[in-house]
């Protein structure tokens, strides 16, 4: 419908002289947005009239219940504060935080360089040399509680040095603590694969005076199958010094190695 | 809203005293009830809080707020039961009902005789005039309220004044 047509249409309208199918028409036309509200002159003043009335306000009383309910949920808040935020403020401080951790993972790939490898494996070999010299100055205390600490320490390093197995062998044979002489010899059963440390044992044999410290070698010569360890066990059980029981047991074990 | 959702709950004192007098407004123009209207104000408040959660961000709040307030008013009805469906056919036949009423407002201003008509109309009609009247003419979001097109509202407008003309036309005549 052209614009001429409408005019006249709605100015019909406004005289009051439409009839139904115009105003069918009309309604189409303000539906389709070509005729607006405010152009339909009686209807716009009527709904100028009822934009003008006024509902009032609600009661006091509402009010104070809605600042009771506002405060009541605020103390619930307070009590249980975790509350899932919403994906609009969750989504990016999500994706920044993968994009750092991928970052992160990058430069540490790109800038690993050869020589970390070597320093690390520098760092493991200071760390033990200290563990060494910790555990050297700790045999030479007076407690043997200390020196039992420095036996124990051994069992922290993996490769160890001649100079612990001496220490340890010197203590083995000259401590004047049992535990402290058991203690050594079982953190120098480990190293019982070297022939060195299998012969200092063998030789370790006839300066034991401890009974207990002899059966435990000898049942640990017979463990390790050590042939030539015999002789020095034969000595203990012509000694005199050995009591009974422990001869017999020492007996046992030269029977196992034969 | 937006704040109110993240949890900043000071922020809903402002929208409730920016919006507690169109609210109002809305529910005593659908039902004449002030304590009712109190009460459905703070009903409506209290589904706001309990789903703030809900409110997305993309319309704006007073759009979302007539949604809820439309939701608390349709469920206080379908509860109480008090209100009796009215033919929009019929309203002639009340007009013969309330004669007394309507001659006893002959005193009434305009104000008030708009208001007697305005309760003659059925509840749609009335419901889409007070929307247009607290929305402020958006007919595109009186149509996200209602879920149909902004020229639909814009009949629906156009309808439910031309009753109320008739109406007020008809009350004028008995005065």
Not at chain 2, 83 to 100: I, T, Y
């Amino acid at each position: 419908m052209d614009k001429n047509k409408i005019e006249e249409l709605v100015a019909k309208y406004n005289e009051g002289l439409a009839d139904p199918a115009e105003i069918f028409t009309l309604e189409q036309l303000i539906e389709e947005g070509q005729v607006d509200l405010t152009q339909l002159r009686e209807l716009k003043a009527l709904d100028d009239r009822m934009v003008a009335v006024d509902h009032g306000s609600p009661s006091l009383s509402t009010d104070d219940q809605f600042y009771a309910m506002l405060a009541s949920e605020k103390k619930k808040q307070v009590g249980f504060s975790f509350q899932w935020p919403s994906w609009n403020i969750l989504a990016p401080r999500l994706a920044l935080a993968s994009l750092t951790l991928i970052l992160g993972f990058a430069a540490g790939f790109w800038l690993k360089s050869p020589n970390q490898v070597s320093e690390v494996s520098a760092l493991t070999q200071e760390v033990s040399d200290l563990k060494e010299m910790m555990m050297l100055s700790l045999l030479e205390k007076e407690s043997a509680s200390d020196r039992l600490r420095a036996v124990s320490l051994t069992g922290e390093m993996g490769n160890v040095s001649a100079n612990v197995t001496d220490a340890l062998f010197k203590t083995l044979n000259n401590d004047p603590s049992v535990n402290v002489r058991l203690a050594a010899l079982e953190a120098l059963v480990p190293f019982a694969s070297q022939g060195s440390v299998r012969e200092g044992l063998i030789r370790s044999i006839a300066s034991q005076d401890s009974p207990i410290i002899q059966l435990n070698l000898a049942e640990l010569m017979a463990a390790l199958q050590e042939k030539k360890s015999v002789s020095e066990l034969q000595k203990l059980v012509d000694s005199n010094q050995t009591p009974r029981e422990i001869k017999e047991k020492i007996k046992k074990s030269i029977e196992v190695l034969i | 809203m937006g704040k109110v959702r993240d949890g900043d709950l000071d922020k809903l004192g402002l929208l409730f005293e920016r919006y507690k007098r169109p609210l109002y407004g809305f529910f005593y123009g659908m039902n004449k009830d002030q304590e009712l209207s109190d009460d459905l104000v703070q009903n409506t408040f209290f589904r706001i809080l309990k789903y703030r959660h809900l409110f997305r961000g993309e319309g704006d709040f007073k759009t979302w707020m007539f949604h809820i307030a439309r939701n608390v008013s349709h469920d206080h009805f379908r509860k109480t039961k008090i209100k009796v469906k009215e033919a929009v056919e019929k309203w002639e036949d009340r007009l013969g009902h309330n004669e007394n009423q309507a001659m006893d407002m002959q005193l009434a201003d305009e104000h008030q005789m708009l208001a007697i008509a305005m309760e003659k109309l059925s509840d749609e009609k009335r419901e889409i005039l007070l929307l247009s009247k607290y929305q402020e003419k958006k007919y595109k979001e009186i149509g996200e309220i209602l879920g149909c097109t902004e020229g639909a509202v814009k009949v629906k407008v156009f309808r439910a004044l031309q009753e109320l003309k008739a109406v007020y036309q008809q009350l004028e005549r008995r005065m």
